[in-house]
């Protein structure tokens, strides 16, 4: 009898570690961010007064993968936006208004006052005017659409070596936050495609 008194004990204690630990693992399990349960695939990052919920594969550094505040966040985004669709990477820094003016503000502030007596052949829709060297730009030609109230305008930079193309930024304010575009000029005949391409993609992480 006393033996089976012991052994119940015995068991129910057992019974209350497990239980301890069960509920141990469930407190521990709601703490845990969502990212951390499912391999890791969304970051929350703060820039500015936005939240954004971001894919761990967007993310261009490594050091970057982590929730929390940051004025900076620099990802890179695949768009099918070479010739026939073909698919093309595009550099997207992501920072308080702040800190940059978009290109739409910087063509008549400052490019139009740099611009060359010379018109470059290019995509059509465009206008490419080299920006003179004596303002700072040298090499640099800016390309824009005459024709909107808010343009299109990309600012590119010559080519680094002969087997490179030139590497193009273009400035976007969305609210709060400012995206930077950095990427190649093969890019720019599909320029009408390129708002309607990266749009849905900052849209669905909460730049917007």
């Known amino acids: 009898m006393g033996f089976n008194v012991v052994g119940m004990m015995?068991?129910?204690a057992l019974g209350g570690v497990g239980l301890a630990y069960g509920i141990d693992a469930m407190s521990r399990a709601r703490g845990t961010p969502a990212h951390r349960l499912d391999a890791g695939t969304v970051l929350a990052r703060t820039v500015g007064d936005r939240q954004l919920q971001i894919p761990l594969s967007w993310f261009r550094h490594a050091e970057q993968q982590?929730?929390?505040?940051?004025?900076?966040v620099d990802l890179e985004?695949?768009?099918p936006l070479g010739p026939d669709g073909s698919p093309r990477m595009v550099e997207v820094m992501l920072v308080p208004r702040s800190r940059a003016q978009p290109s739409a503000l910087l063509l008549d502030r400052?490019?139009?006052h740099q611009?060359?007596?010379?018109?470059?052949?290019?995509?059509?829709?465009?206008v490419g005017k080299p920006l003179a060297a004596a303002g700072g730009f040298e090499g640099e030609?800016?390309?824009?659409?005459p024709l909107s109230a808010d343009p299109f305008v990309a600012k590119c930079s010559a080519p680094l070596a002969a087997d490179t193309g030139a590497r193009c930024l273009r400035t976007v304010r969305f609210g709060s936050i400012a995206a930077v575009y950095a990427f190649g000029s093969d890019l720019l005949p599909a320029w009408r495609q390129f708002d309607a391409r990266m749009l849905p993609m900052l849209k669905s992480v909460g730049v917007y």
């Open 110 to 112: 400052v490019y139009l």
């Open 141 to 145: 030609t800016v390309w824009y659409d």
């Open 10 to 12: 015995l068991l129910l």
């Open 115 to 126: 611009f060359q007596p010379v018109e470059l052949p290019g995509p059509p829709g465009l």
């Open 66 to 72: 982590a929730d929390g505040f940051t004025r900076q």
């Open 77 to 79: 985004l695949t768009l």
